[in-house]
T-cell receptor, first 113, second 112 residues
Framework: DAGITQSPRHKVTETGTPVTLRCHQT?????MYWYRQDPGHGLRLIHY???????DKGEVSDGYSVSRSKTEDFLLTLESATSSQTSVYFC????????????FGPGTRLTVL | GNSVTQMEGPVTLSEEAFLTINCTYT??????LFWYVQYPGEGLQLLLK?????DKGSNKGFEATYRKETTSFHLEKGSVQVSDSAVYFC???????????FGAGTRLAVHP
């Protein structure tokens, strides 16, 4: 367990509104990731971070931005939500000691109407 | 680019039946391979992993062997339980920064 929490856990919003999802970890891990989970696609990487203020794009980054101003928080922002961004969003971290195992948060279910 | 292909589900079994979930991959080199499990309403958790060819990962009665000849990492369990009902994801490590590429997932339903 990497002490990962996500907030909110559920959100319903309307098309065109901005949305920010928060991932918080208590273990001081350097690497953090945002994925979205959709039926038939598994999990797809949106953005990842390898340190404070160090982020990069993943496979499906269009329409999303991220920020990491503190080690413990990794924020995912949808600047103008669209219905195609309705999904379950998962945050993950990986311990700095190595071992390759990613630990996942409980997820945020986002519905864009 | 690298990719992972899993057998489509759902897979429905009776308790104590033998389980196989197929996973094949396309990758440059020999990346680490993983099986993750997602129970209803939860995030993913690592089930087992293998870091090099011919390695066998095992956990909770599940096993998978890294086969470079067939580029496969099939998940097996000799006798499933109702509590094994979940979605199973095969994944591989993709390049630097410990990024993962996931398969589409396979839903397993085990009935008493």
């Amino acid at each position: 367990d990497a002490g990962i929490t996500q907030s909110p856990r559920h959100k319903v919003t309307e098309t065109g509104t901005p949305v920010t999802l928060r991932c918080h970890q208590t273990e001081n891990h350097r690497y953090m990731y945002w994925y979205r989970q959709d039926p038939g696609h598994g999990l797809r990487l949106i953005h990842y971070s390898y340190g404070v203020k160090d982020t990069d794009k993943g496979e499906v980054s269009d329409g999303y931005s991220v920020s990491r101003s503190k080690t413990e928080d990794f924020l995912l922002t949808l600047e103008s939500a669209t219905s195609s961004q309705t999904s379950v969003y998962f945050c993950a971290t990986i311990p700095d000691r190595g071992g390759n195992e990613q630990f996942f948060g409980p997820g945020t279910r986002l519905t864009v109407l | 680019g690298n990719s992972v292909t899993q057998m489509e589900g759902p897979v429905t079994l009776s308790e104590e039946a033998f389980l196989t979930i197929n996973c094949t991959y396309t990758a440059t080199g020999y990346p680490s391979l993983f099986w993750y499990v997602q129970y209803p309403g939860e995030g993913l958790q690592l089930l087992l992993k293998a870091t090099k060819a011919d390695d066998k990962g095992s956990n909770k009665g599940f096993e998978a062997t890294y086969r470079k000849e067939t580029t496969s990492f099939h998940l097996e369990k000799g006798s499933v339980q109702v509590s094994d009902s979940a979605v199973y994801f095969c994944a591989l490590k993709d390049g630097g920064y410990n990024k993962l590429i996931f398969g589409a997932g396979t839903r397993l339903a085990v009935h008493p």
